[in-house]
């Protein structure tokens, strides 16, 4: 599995940081997303927010170049998650 690039944490991911994103959630509050960043690296993850789209405020849970090591990952995380994910393509 392809290791996710990595951030400091509070800061959002850049689109440029990878096209497949790992989404945990999609949220109109963004406070709302960010409750579910604390609660995901309570569960020992690096979430990350990306930048906001149109109303929208996602959490990443990694960034790859390829479809196929997203989806691998996303996979992995969701057996460990027990939790819907999707592999979205940032342009």
């Known amino acids: 599995m392809a290791t ?3 951030k400091p944490a509070g800061v959002p991911l ?3 940081a990878g096209q497949y994103h790992i989404i945990s959630g999609s949220f109109t509050v963004p406070g709302n997303a ?3 960043v604390s ?3 309570n569960k ?3 979430p990350e927010l990306l930048p ?3 109303k929208y405020t996602m959490v990443s ?3 790859y170049a390829a479809k196929n090591e997203a989806v691998s990952a996303m996979n992995q995380l969701r057996a460990r998650l027990e939790q819907d994910l ?3 393509k940032i342009e």
Request: hydrophobic letters at 40%.
């Open 4 to 6: 996710p690039h990595a």
């Open 14 to 16: 850049s689109a440029a």
């Open 34 to 36: 960010e409750k579910q």
């Open 39 to 41: 609660q995901l690296r």
């Open 44 to 46: 020992g993850l690096n």
């Open 52 to 54: 906001k789209r149109g």
């Open 61 to 63: 849970l990694g960034s």
């Open 86 to 88: 999707w592999v979205m």
